[in-house]
């Protein structure tokens, strides 16, 4: 069993993910995302859709991309 790095739970069925030359382990998906998923830099919410990046800054839609002055991106529905 392998400890989750989040919640510390001892989980028979915990997983890995190898990001950017590192090893983490969960025991779920919502500590994963918790660890892992990039914050908006506009509202400050966990980006765990598609987002948008722009030089190296993370926002949760275009919306916000826009807010903070980055011009260019437009959100397709």
Same mark, same amino acid.
């Given at each position: 069993? *392998? ?10 069925? %915990?997983?890995? @993910?190898?990001? $950017? /030359? ?9 500590? *994963? ?10 509202? %400050?919410?966990? @980006?765990?859709? $598609? /987002? ?9 839609? *275009? ?13 397709? @529905?």
């Amino acid at each position: 069993m *392998a400890r989750c790095e989040v919640c510390g739970n001892d989980y028979a069925m %915990s997983f890995e @993910v190898h990001a $950017q /030359g590192e090893v983490h382990v969960f025991d779920c998906f919502a500590c *994963a995302i918790h660890r892992m998923a990039p914050i908006c830099e506009h509202c %400050s919410c966990q @980006v765990i859709g $598609q /987002g948008v990046e722009s030089e190296g800054h993370w926002y949760c839609g *275009a919306h916000c991309a826009r807010q903070e002055g980055v011009d260019g991106i437009v959100a397709h @529905v």
